[in-house]
């Protein structure tokens, strides 16, 4: 079929228990090929064999977020855990794979062989996805109708009916998925490049009122020796601070905020300092752009127009 895996595959949430610890997790049961065929790997241990997965062994794999909440940073191989009453030996470790971009946790995941699953977690025998990974030599628009062709056959369906299955092709997936990505990305950057205009000139129109306020203490300034860019730096100093300020603010609220969305929704949160770096650098480039015009403005103000100001 030009497949280079195929694995049957149900999963269930179910409370995984150790010790005096508990966990929900997402538990599949799948055969030998489903690393394979999801492209998964694994961080250490080994995958169930085709003997125990047909025998229904009562082994595992776990994902990342289950050793942590078990086991911490320590070894979980050979360990016993207990999903859904029934008792199975930790035999390997997934290797990390974070949060979809739906907000699911890909690490808290149990893998078991299929019939145990089915025996003792599901009750059945039913399979609920039947996941098929692609060979070098094939594309996948060409292995999906032979995919389905193969399932109508299999489940006896006549021409003239429709399917009863539905076939997803994961390369459209992601490639939607980085679509909406950039689109909100791009939506995301309109809205703070609208932001940043609408605080520049805020600080321009504050500094200007500064400048008409203060245009007596500028003509004193310039009438004792101080030169028009001494007048300009200053100003240029105080728009950068004020912007800097501002800046500043607005990260530790955006921090607190995620930190707290993190705390709720259970997703990690790891602020970047190349971002906030950057955060803090526009932030000092808006206060010297947006600052600009009121320093010039008030270095070239006149020593005696600016004494008479009242």
């Not at 530790?252 to 905020?257: E, S, V």
Request: glycine share 10%; aromatic share 6%; charged share 20%.
């Amino acid at each position: 079929t030009g497949a280079r895996a195929i694995s049957p595959a149900s999963q269930k949430q179910v409370r995984v228990i150790f010790g005096t610890e508990s966990l929900t997790s997402g538990v599949t049961g799948t055969d030998s090929a489903y690393l394979d065929a999801r492209e998964w790997k694994l961080a250490s241990g080994r995958p169930f064999s085709d003997s125990e997965t047909r025998s229904g062994t009562g082994v595992c794999l776990i994902g990342e977020t289950v050793r942590q909440q078990f086991f911490g940073a320590g070894d979980p191989e050979g360990e016993i855990i207990r999903v859904n009453r029934t008792s199975c030996k930790i035999i390997g470790l997934l290797e990390p794979k974070g949060y979809t971009g739906f907000g699911q946790d890909q690490d808290n995941v149990v893998l078991m062989p299929l019939h145990a699953y089915q025996r003792r977690i599901a009750g059945n025998r039913d399979v609920d996805n039947i996941y098929v990974a692609a060979d070098d030599r094939t594309p996948t628009s060409e292995l999906l109708p032979r995919v389905e062709d193969i399932l109508r056959d299999t489940r006896r369906i006549t021409p003239d009916r429709e399917d009863d299955f539905s076939i997803r092709d994961m390369t459209q997936i992601a490639d939607a998925m980085a679509s909406a990505t950039t689109t909100m990305t791009g939506m995301l950057g309109a809205v703070a490049g609208v932001s940043l205009l609408v605080g520049g000139i805020g600080i321009m129109n504050i500094m200007l009122v500064s400048v008409t306020e203060r245009t007596r203490e500028i003509g004193i300034r310039l009438a004792i020796g101080a030169r028009e860019k001494h007048i300009l730096i200053q100003f240029l100093v105080e728009a950068t601070v004020l912007s800097l300020l501002g800046g500043i603010i607005g990260i530790l609220i955006g921090l607190a905020l995620a930190g707290l969305a993190s705390v709720t929704l259970a997703i990690p949160f790891a602020p970047s300092p190349a971002v906030i770096l950057l955060a803090v650098g526009f932030s000092a480039l808006i206060g010297m752009v947006f600052g600009f015009f009121p320093a010039l403005r008030g270095a070239r103000l006149d020593p005696i127009d600016a004494l008479r100001h009242e």
